[in-house]
Every structure is written in C-alpha cells, then in structure tokens.
C-alpha cells in the first residue's frame, strides 16, 4: 500500500466544520498543508499526535516528539505510522437557520395560552478543535451545517424555547408587541447559548431570533389569528366589536342579508332606529319618570334587549353591570346601546353624548339645557346684567359679576 506523502483539504464552503483524510498511511517527511482559517489535528491509538497551524508541515519526529515513543523509529529517513489526520475549518458561518417546534406562552394582556413558534440563525466558529473532535465527530467522516443541526436539535430547541418563553414572561411582552422585543430577545439568548456552544468547542459568533409568531399549525393558534385579523379588519373599517355583534342579532332576528345590516350599521342613513337594541316584543318608550325620559331612551333592562358590553362584548340585555367583567351600564340616551366612560358619540346610532345630569346622574344629550328627571339647570343669568352662562362658570363671562342669584 502507498505511502501517503502530501496532504490538504480544499472545503468547499464555510458550513463545513470538519473533514477527515481518508488515508492514514502516512510516513516521516510527509507534507502537511493547512490552510488560512484552517487546523489540523493528528491522532493514533485514540491519543492526540499534534496539532498544526496554518503553513506547510513536515511530519517528522521533531515536530512530533512522540512518533519515537510510540512507533519506535530509532533512524532518521522516510518511517512509516499509520494516523488519522482531521483538518478544522475554524471560519464562521454566518447564516446557520434554526427554529423550535409549538411552545406555549401565557399573554398577560388576555390571560390565556397561545402557542408560538421562533426562528432565527445563528453564527458558529470552532474555538477548541481537540474539545471539538472529541466531543461532537466521533466514528463521522465529515461535519457540516447538517450535522450539527441533526445532532443538537432538541437541545438547542429546548433551551430556546424556555430562554424565550422566561424572557416574554419576565418583561410581559403581549402577542401583539413581540415584532418590538426580538432585538433584547435576541441579546437574552446570545447569553444562555454562548456559555450552550463553548462546552462544545464552539465560539457563538451571533445568535439572533427573526420572528416569534403565533402558530396557526395548532387550532387554537389559528382561531387566534382569525381573532386577530377580524380585530384589526374592524380597526381599519371603523366598526366597534359590540357594532359587530348588533348587526350579526339584526341579520339573526330579522332575516335581513349582511349587506343591508352592513349598510344601516355604517352608513347610518336609514335613521338610528334601526340599530336600537334589539328585542322579540318590543317595549313601549320610557315614561316621563324614567331616566332619559323625553329623549327617546329604550327601557332599560328588557329581558329580550341585544345589549352588548361595551368593554368585553357579552351580551347584557341591559343588565346594571355586566356579568363577565362587571362593567355598569352606561347607556345611550337615544337607542340605549352602551357606551365607554368620556365616549363622545354612541357606537351604535352615532348620537353625540353628553355629561350626565351632575344632581341625578341621568345620562343627557348633548347640549341640554334641562336635565329632563329632575330639572336641573345648565344655564344661569347674570343678576347684573341678564347674560346666560354655563352653571360651571364662577364670574359673568361678560360682566364679571361673581355667581349669585338668577
């Protein structure tokens, strides 16, 4: 059999970290060449011979002092020894792709599980190429990209996802907000995953994660972002979600298509009436002793009445407080939809509103005058000069008298 008397490996990229020569015939005089960003590694009857920089090498037993204990060579001149020669590519990949499989988060801004799914890449250079051989190649003739990821996929994903899901956690990071987070994410993991690839031999040239997403593989993660969409669709098109549930118990009740119900709920040209709360027996108008009487207010707390909570959505029928989140009712004086707190127009009919009557507490129009339960009235007349002025005011907007009589 040949002597092997020149050696070198030619990669042909980067993502390769490792490559065994497939000769180990090899004799005293034989000719090493390493290349720039390369190391090799000798090794016979499982010890380490020697290591080698980049440059050109004899492989005599100067350089390698321990070829006389092991084979005996007592002569100068071409001995024969058998090795197996390992060359490193010790140059940092840059674009190594990972991704974890579902992982499960707990959203503090809804209070409920989602599944997630990460990816990103990351960039490896071999450090310590001994530690490296040792540790990952083994009975492999070759190492690349491949073989790393095949050999380190449930590691690496397991600490990825508890690295990620312990970062979201501890900062509270929403569903909705993660796309502003993946650069101190990103700067979390660098750390887990550096201290991860150096027991390995490896320096952690980069780590970053591009995307952390909801996982619409899983059913609940895709009725998720179904959620999601209709939220931001009804955003874009200026209808509220209690708009939304009306106009679905109009089209219910009614037999009426989605395009007129759409029609009447943005529009609002066919009169608020049409988007009153809803009942199968519709109840006569408020009395004149009622809150909201004289302007129109449907009777509040009717078993059959489509009202929704303003603030969740469920269906309240006009009850006090809502029962899932305990939200009071505050309805519109004209079709007695509910409404936010400081809400300037009814999400229902579009009615401008107003405060509430600051002695009784009855919600009010705009622009009243008299609050129509008990009387109270929004305008005073100066007692010096006869000039109204809003009950508010302390000074006569025209002639500064101070407030006192009417």
Not at 119 to 131: F, I, K, N, T
Not at 144 to 155: I, K, M, T, V
Request: aromatic share 8%; charged share 20%; glycine share 12%.
């Amino acid at each position: 059999m040949a002597w092997i008397d020149s050696l070198k490996w030619e990669p042909k990229s980067n993502n390769e970290f490792a490559w065994k020569y497939p000769e180990n015939n090899l004799s005293t005089y034989t000719q090493l060449v390493v290349h720039e960003t390369q190391e090799a590694v000798l090794f016979t009857k499982g010890q380490l011979l020697a290591k080698f920089g980049p440059g050109k090498h004899t492989l005599d037993t100067e350089n390698i002092p321990i070829l006389r204990n092991l084979f005996g060579i007592p002569f100068g001149g071409k001995n024969p020894f058998t090795a197996e020669v390992w060359f490193v590519n010790k140059a940092s990949p840059l674009n190594l792709p990972w991704a974890t499989d579902t992982m499960r988060y707990k959203d503090p801004a809804y209070n409920a599980m989602v599944p997630l799914r990460a990816e990103g890449s990351y960039g490896l250079q071999v450090a310590d190429a001994e530690r490296f051989l040792l540790k990952l190649v083994g009975t492999l003739s070759r190492f690349d990209s491949g073989a790393l990821a095949e050999h380190f996929r449930g590691e690496l994903v397991s600490k990825t996802k508890s690295a990620i899901i312990a970062k979201m956690s501890q900062d509270r990071i929403g569903i909705l907000d993660i796309s502003a987070y993946l650069s101190s994410i990103s700067d979390s993991l660098q750390g887990v995953m550096t201290a991860f690839w150096e027991e390995q031999g490896f320096r952690l040239v980069k780590f970053y994660v591009t995307s952390v997403d909801v996982d619409d593989s899983t059913a609940d993660g895709a009725q998720i972002l179904q959620s999601i969409t209709n939220r931001a669709s009804r955003e874009i098109e200026g209808v509220t979600y209690q708009q939304e549930k009306v106009l679905g118990a109009l089209q219910n009740s009614t037999g009426m298509g989605l395009g007129l119900t759409m029609g009447i709920g943005m529009g609002q040209n066919l009169g608020g009436g049409f988007l009153n709360p809803v009942s199968a027996n519709p109840a006569p108008q408020a009395s004149s002793t009622g809150p909201g009487a004289g302007v129109g207010v449907n009777p509040i707390g009717g078993p059959g009445l489509a009202v929704f909570c303003a603030k969740c959505g469920t269906k309240t029928g006009g009850a006090k407080f809502c029962p899932s989140c305990g939200k009071g009712y505050n309805p519109c004086p004209n079709c007695g939809a509910d409404n936010l707190a400081g809400a300037v127009k009814c999400v229902i009919c579009s009615r401008p509103l107003g405060q509430a009557c600051p002695q009784c507490k009855t919600p009010l129009v705009a622009d009243t005058k008299f609050c129509p339960e008990c009387g109270y009235s929004f305008k005073k007349v100066c007692s010096k000069c006869h000039a109204e002025w809003d009950a508010e005011k302390k000074y006569c907007p025209t002639c500064g008298t101070a407030l006192g009589g009417t």
